[in-house]
T-cell receptor
């Protein structure tokens, strides 16, 4: 069974601070997605990383896929209250059925 | 460009009743996935369907749960004789073949 461990589980910071959240596994994934989920809503896709060592930037968000494709990180610069939400990573083990394995998420609160 | 639609958004059932959850994929998406999110747990894969075919149902409980994606109309997740442990948020996602999954807003099922 493939598992994705996300850390920290909870993170509360002040507006303007930087933060990094992590997604780790002992398994190799062919791709990894990051989603953000707000209360009462479904996950919204932020990015997909595919290549080991890949770095993708989305405004103030920087996503990195580990060289061995077993781990990933999300770094947010100058966090804003609008960044508040549950950040989920999900790995795709490959194959034709594209079954995603999700971590439990990091619940981020950015205080004004 | 409508996203993934799910209805109802909230569903209350008494123990022993049936629950029917509907999902209309995004336009142009032929693949549908169902996930369940229990309190304090991550999203868990349940089933992957294409039109008129169940591709992977390895995450579905063996009894009481079934899913379909007919040629016409939405995908349906059906739970017969619901029990309190079925209370959860059920999410549907859709994708084109081999591409990223986009999630709907979910159906929150409460079993009394």
């Amino acid at each position: 069974t493939q598992l994705l461990e996300q850390s920290p589980q909870f993170l509360s910071i002040q507006e303007g601070e930087n933060l990094t959240v992590y997604c780790n596994s002992s398994s190799v994934f062919s791709s990894l997605q990051w989603y953000r989920q707000e209360p009462g809503e479904g996950p919204v896709l932020l990015v997909t990383v595919v290549t080991g060592g890949e770095v993708k930037k989305l405004k103030r968000l920087t996503f990195q896929f580990g060289d061995a494709r077993k781990d990933s990180s999300l770094h947010i610069t100058a966090a804003q209250p609008g960044d508040t939400g549950l950040y989920l990573c999900a790995g795709d083990s490959g194959g034709s059925n594209y079954k995603l394995t999700f971590g439990k998420g990091t619940l981020l609160t950015v205080n004004p | 460009n409508a996203g993934v639609m799910q209805n109802p958004r909230h569903l209350v059932r008494r123990r022993g009743q049936e629950a029917r959850l509907r999902c209309s994929p995004m336009k142009g998406h032929s693949h549908v996935y169902w996930y369940r999110q229990l309190p304090e747990e991550g999203l868990k894969f349940m089933v992957y369907l294409q039109k008129e075919n169940i591709i992977d149902e390895s995450g579905m409980p063996k009894e009481r749960f079934s899913a379909e994606f007919p040629k016409e109309g939405p995908s349906i997740l059906r739970i017969q004789q619901v029990v309190r442990g079925d209370s959860a948020a059920y999410f549907c996602a859709s994708s084109p073949p081999g591409r990223e999954q986009y999630f709907g807003p979910g159906t929150r099922l409460t079993v009394l």
